[in-house]
């Protein structure tokens, strides 16, 4: 699906309906828009926390009224020893959203279950969407 930067919202209220588990990996190169759509997400979960980027921090938390978010950007990470260390495992492993821009960094790490947003950019305001569900960890 294609969507203007000003249909953000409404693209996450879509992307909530349609998602079967709580990991959502996003792809995309620099710029499409990976972080704006996470932040729409968050606060459509109802965190009223302020959305950043975590290139530099690795991962941000949003509080929920029934859990958190924790927001992973794993850009800057240079092997999967350094997510260990990070205890990314043990995020994963609860049951709070999980929202991992970069995620093939984390290849062997990644849960089996999982859905999958890959964004690309069409022009300065408009994006393409497309959303899959639990596809092989070697499609990625």
């Known amino acids: 699906m294609s969507y203007d930067l000003s249909q953000v919202d409404a693209i996450a209220k879509q992307v909530l309906e349609q998602c079967n588990c709580k990991v959502i990996l996003f792809q995309g190169e620099i710029g499409a828009g990976k972080t704006t759509l996470v932040k729409a997400l968050v606060g459509r979960l109802g965190s ?3 959305v950043s980027s975590p290139t530099f921090s690795i991962v941000n938390e949003y509080l929920l009224e029934d859990g958190a978010v924790f927001h992973f950007d794993l850009y800057r990470i240079n092997s999967e020893d350094e997510l260990l260390d990070l205890g990314f495992e043990d995020y994963i492993n609860t049951n709070n959203w999980i929202f991992i821009e970069w995620p093939e960094k984390a290849f062997n790490l990644l849960p089996e279950s999982w859905e999958s947003i890959l964004i690309k950019h ?8 497309i959303m899959s569900h639990n596809l092989l960890k070697t499609q990625i």
């Open 48 to 50: 009223v926390d302020e």
């Open 122 to 129: 069409i022009n300065q305001d408009e994006r393409a969407l």
